[in-house]
């Protein structure tokens, strides 16, 4: 008698083996890969070392840049002060304003031992004073003209009439400054006939001198001579002749020009002692 078979099981059909469980803890899940690293805290002590090498590169950094501003610093003090790179030239030296009676020559001999001096160091004040000492110089303004000259401009005393002295002229400026001598009196030159060394006329004088020292050069090249017995009783006596009462040295410009006007009517006297209401005697 035959026997029976058992009916086998597909392979198909047979269940997986599950996995083991030692693959399935080996493999991180998704959300352990997605959580973020936890950061280490950092100590109170790491904090402050951190700080302080912070403030010592910031420090060094201050002393640094203090260095390079105090080098600059004295490079360009020695440039200014030290260094013949800006010292004064003889050839940048401009001089204006000399006249007849100063030359640039009397000028540059003021100047001559300052040339070669750094700009910065030469005493324009100094100067000034020692060109205010020469007789002839009424004032001097001496400024710097970087980087290697100086402006100097001067004012010089002018002649605008003859004193008769020691047995020859003097020549005296609009302020009275005796500033030459002549054996005669120049062509063209008032000759002023108050005493020039006397105290008393002092004043007398000097408004005499400032009355031609105001008037303007053709008018004072007419004037022959100058004098008054006191400040407020001028007289000029001009080439032609002609008599002009001038008063006092107040209002001279006005005076001038009154005189322009009266000129052109030829008269013996002319009176501008009161300039608004002058009149004239033929």
Request: hydrophobic share 45%; net charge negative.
């Amino acid at each position: 008698m035959e026997s029976a078979s058992q009916p086998t099981a597909p392979a198909a059909s047979r269940p997986e083996r599950p996995s083991s469980p030692s693959t399935a803890l080996a493999t991180p899940s998704a959300g352990a890969l997605a959580r973020p690293t936890e950061r280490v805290p950092v100590s109170l002590v790491e904090r402050q070392t951190e700080r302080a090498r912070a403030q010592r590169r910031l420090l060094l950094r201050k002393i640094g840049i203090g260095v390079v501003v105090v080098a600059l610093l004295v490079g360009l003090a020695w440039l200014v002060l030290g260094s013949p790179v800006l010292a004064l030239r003889s050839e940048e030296i401009a001089i204006d304003g000399v006249g007849t009676t100063v030359t640039s020559e009397e000028v540059l001999a003021v100047v001559e031992p300052s040339v070669g001096v750094p700009l910065a160091r030469v005493d324009a004040d100094g100067l000034r004073e020692e060109l205010e000492a020469i007789t002839t110089v009424r004032h001097a303004d001496v400024a710097r003209d970087w980087p290697h000259g100086l402006r100097i401009v001067i004012d010089a005393r002018e002649p605008v009439a003859v004193v008769a002295a020691d047995g020859a002229y003097a020549l005296l400026d609009r302020d009275g400054v005796r500033i030459g001598t002549a054996d005669a009196a120049p062509e063209g030159m008032p000759l002023v006939t108050v005493p020039l060394d006397s105290e008393a006329t002092a004043p007398t004088l000097d408004a005499v001198l400032t009355v031609l020292g105001q008037l303007p050069e053709e008018q004072r090249s007419q004037v022959a001579t100058a004098g008054a017995p006191n400040p407020r009783s001028i007289t000029l006596v001009l080439h032609d002749g002609a008599e002009v009462r001038w008063g006092s040295a107040e209002e001279s410009e006005l005076k001038s020009a009154v005189l322009d006007v009266l000129r052109a009517q030829p008269a013996r006297v002319y009176d501008l002692t009161i300039p608004r209401s002058p009149t004239t005697l033929q």
